[in-house]
């Protein structure tokens, strides 16, 4: 667990289910992450289960749960992301749209930076987002990452343009 100023960042669990049914079907999540079939509590299960849950176990990281630490009110996802068409970790981050704006994406993704920079002593961590995503771009680049090029990432099948970050840790 990881916990800085105004949130408690923690592994996700089974009992995430509904939350991830909620996130994953926002607006935003679907038009700059895409769609994860998340139809229902069984399905987001299986998401759970072949995405965070599969992480932990396959290379010790994965996306956590970011939750306000004075009420225990979950607000969205960061962490980081194996993916098989990068070299490096990917630093992921997803929040309900009603707490997107305050600053908690940031805070989320300095604290979970730091600790599996260190922990896994992770040289590189990348980032990669959708073009027109400009608020990630913007976050990305306010974390210290520096844009390297374009690069395809598979969506539902489909090769689109993104943008690919990368920062280097000492």
Do not use: W
Request: charged residues 20%; contains cysteine.
């Amino acid at each position: 667990m990881i916990t800085t100023e105004r949130l408690t960042i923690s592994r996700l669990s089974d009992k995430d289910a509904p939350f991830i049914y909620t996130l994953v079907n926002e607006p935003s999540f679907l038009r700059f992450i895409g769609d994860k079939q998340v139809s229902d509590k069984a399905s987001a299960l299986l998401y759970l289960h072949h995405g965070p849950l599969a992480s932990y176990r396959e290379f010790g990281y994965g996306l956590y749960r970011v939750s306000l630490t004075r009420s225990n009110i979950t607000i969205g996802i960061c962490g980081l992301v194996k993916r098989e068409f990068l070299i490096h970790p990917d630093v992921g981050f997803a929040f309900l749209s009603q707490y997107c704006g305050k600053g908690y994406a940031y805070e989320a993704a300095v604290a979970v930076l730091e600790y599996e920079a260190k922990r896994n002593d992770l040289a590189v961590i990348s980032a990669i987002t959708d073009c027109d995503n400009q608020s990630s771009v913007n976050l990305l680049e306010r974390l210290g990452f520096n844009k390297i090029n374009g690069v395809q990432r598979p969506n539902c099948g489909v090769f689109e343009p993104a943008h690919y970050f990368e920062r280097h840790f000492c």
